[in-house]
Every structure is written in structure tokens, then in C-alpha cells.
């Protein structure tokens, strides 16, 4: 376990693909750990031998979520996913998406939320072309990233995360 380079990660998936394993590959920016996150990790792996997870470096996470995100610098994200049980391994990107990322590593599972439409998911039609799949997870009701945020600053005061 633990963070991987792209290359050392190619080699690893195609290793393991060689093996008839099943790999898994999700991302996000994983900003604020919460249950959502584990739920959705926990499907991840359940439907895969080895789940590997893209995670977007921190200035990643500042062109997708602004100049106050993110609020855990990508090494204690990285070491806080990497603690997860249903986590094998972490790549860090700092592309806006994990598009190259996902061509390069090639999973046979593709997984994101279901608050994504398949045609809307990074990456899918890449997955779909060399005979992977595509999952979407049932989402935990109000448990997303900027909800709890929000969730914060109405109880301690603030403005609000869009």
C-alpha cells in the first residue's frame, strides 16, 4: 500500500491484469474525509480484486474548487486514504482530471457517485473502449465534501462553500 508513481502504477495494474485480477480505479480530491467517501471506497473495492485511487494534488484541487480549497494539504489526504482498508494503493495527479491517468493505467472497472451520468464520467468512454466498465455508487444521502463544509460554517459562522 501506498502512494505510487504513474509508471510504477502501470506496471503494477498490468501485472495484476495479467493474473485475472480485477482492478478498480476511482478519483476525486478526497478534500475532507468523511463517510460518503468511505461508502464509496468500500463499493469500490467490493466489486474488484485491487482498487487503486487517482487523487488530485493540491493545486489540482485549487483550479477545481477554488483559491480555499483544499483544506488538508495532498500528503495527509494521501496518508489518511492510504490508512482506508478498501485502499490498495494512491497515485497523485495534478492534471484538472485523471483522464491520462486512467488511458495509462488501464482498470477494468471504472468507478465514480451516481451524481455523475456515465457519459459525464472522465474517462469512460476510454474504459468502455478497451472492454472495461463503468459504475456509478449510490451516493450517502448529505454526505458530501462542500455539505459538511457548509454544515460547519452555518454552526461556526462564515460564508458558504459553493
Same mark, same amino acid.
Given at each position: 500500500?501506498?502512494?505510487?508513481?504513474?509508471?510504477?502504477?502501470?506496471?503494477?495494474?498490468?501485472?495484476?491484469?495479467?493474473?485475472?485480477? !480485477?482492478?478498480?480505479?476511482?478519483?476525486?480530491?478526497? @478534500?475532507?474525509? /468523511?463517510?460518503? /467517501?468511505? /461508502?464509496?471506497?468500500?463499493?469500490?473495492?467490493?466489486?474488484?480484486?485491487?482498487?487503486?485511487?487517482?487523487?488530485?494534488?493540491?493545486?489540482? %484541487?485549487?483550479?477545481?474548487?477554488?483559491?480555499?480549497?483544499?483544506?488538508?494539504?495532498?500528503?495527509?489526504?494521501? $496518508? =489518511?486514504? @492510504?490508512?482506508? #482498508? *478498501?485502499?490498495? @494503493?494512491? %497515485?497523485?495527479?495534478? $492534471?484538472?482530471?485523471?483522464?491520462?491517468?486512467? #488511458?495509462?493505467?488501464? *482498470?477494468?472497472?471504472?468507478?465514480?457517485?451516481?451524481?455523475?451520468?456515465?457519459?459525464?464520467? %472522465?474517462?469512460?468512454?476510454?474504459? !468502455?473502449?478497451? &472492454?472495461?466498465?463503468?459504475?456509478? %455508487?449510490?451516493?450517502?444521502?448529505?454526505?458530501?465534501?462542500? $455539505? =459538511? +463544509?457548509?454544515? +460547519?460554517?452555518?454552526?461556526?459562522? &462564515?460564508?458558504?462553500?459553493?
Amino acid at each position: 500500500m501506498g502512494v505510487l508513481e504513474l509508471q510504477a502504477a502501470r506496471e503494477k495494474v498490468a501485472t495484476l491484469q495479467a493474473r485475472g485480477k !480485477q482492478v478498480a480505479f476511482t478519483n476525486g480530491c478526497f @478534500d475532507l474525509l /468523511h463517510c460518503g /467517501h468511505l /461508502h464509496l471506497l468500500k463499493e469500490d473495492k467490493a466489486r474488484a480484486d485491487y482498487l487503486l485511487v487517482g487523487l488530485n494534488s493540491d493545486s489540482s %484541487v485549487r483550479r477545481l474548487k477554488g483559491n480555499k480549497r483544499p483544506l488538508l494539504p495532498e500528503q495527509e489526504r494521501a $496518508e =489518511l486514504l @492510504d490508512a482506508l #482498508e *478498501p485502499v490498495d @494503493d494512491l %497515485v497523485i495527479f495534478s $492534471e484538472s482530471t485523471p483522464l491520462r491517468l486512467i #488511458e495509462e493505467i488501464k *482498470p477494468d472497472l471504472l468507478v465514480k457517485g451516481a451524481d455523475y451520468q456515465v457519459d459525464d464520467i %472522465v474517462g469512460a468512454s476510454s474504459v !468502455q473502449a478497451s &472492454g472495461g466498465r463503468v459504475y456509478r %455508487v449510490k451516493l450517502k444521502e448529505n454526505s458530501g465534501t462542500t $455539505e =459538511l +463544509i457548509n454544515k +460547519i460554517i452555518r454552526l461556526y459562522g &462564515g460564508e458558504e462553500d459553493g
